[in-house]
């Protein structure tokens, strides 16, 4: 089964430990005969009464070990897609949004970031790492195929400017 937005598709594919994913953009990079880019699917979770209802992203520390980025970009990323804060559960370990979202609105939100920032676009590989170049842009350097491509601005993205502060402390 494909889930996708946009031009975006990734492929969920049955595993052994339950739904698992590619990150893939393009069709014909889905397959993976190697598993690196085999990842379970997203999870949540749901606590409190209507109306003061909290959703719970309970492998978010999963993918951001995946990703190697902080679980805060893309917390924030989410939260200004969803319009809610975020706040970070120490208790259960994972990303907390303020409301009630559904699982398909969690993956479109995370699988948007993951295209944004994580995926190269020329190689369709998830192997970005972010940084700032000399002149304080933000860049995706891809481990993959070593190409650097400067990130997209737009202005109202707030986590594109928390990304940006959090990196300039580095």
């Known amino acids: 089964m494909s889930f996708g937005f946009g031009d975006n598709n990734f492929e969920f594919v049955g595993g052994d430990d339950g739904r698992t994913f590619y990150f ?7 397959i993976d005969s190697d598993f690196r880019y085999r990842y379970h699917e997203p999870r949540v979770d ?30 924030k990323y989410m939260a200004g897609r969803l319009s809610c804060p975020y706040s970070f559960d120490k208790d259960k370990n994972c990303i907390t949004f303020k409301g009630e979202y559904s699982l398909p609105d969690i993956k479109n939100y995370f699988f948007e970031f993951v295209k944004n920032y994580v995926i190269c676009q020329p190689c369709d590989y998830p192997e970005c790492t972010l940084r700032l170049d000399d002149r304080k842009n933000l860049i995706k350097h891809c481990e993959s195929c070593g190409l650097n ?21 580095k």
């Open 24 to 30: 893939a953009v393009r069709q014909d990079h889905l």
């Open 46 to 75: 749901y606590s409190g009464k209507n109306g003061n209802k909290t959703t719970f992203f309970t492998n978010s520390e999963y993918f951001a070990e995946k990703i190697r980025l902080p679980s805060e970009y893309f917390g």
């Open 149 to 169: 491509h400067q990130v997209n601005f737009k202005s109202n993205d707030k986590a594109f400017q928390f990304i940006e502060r959090e990196l300039k402390k």
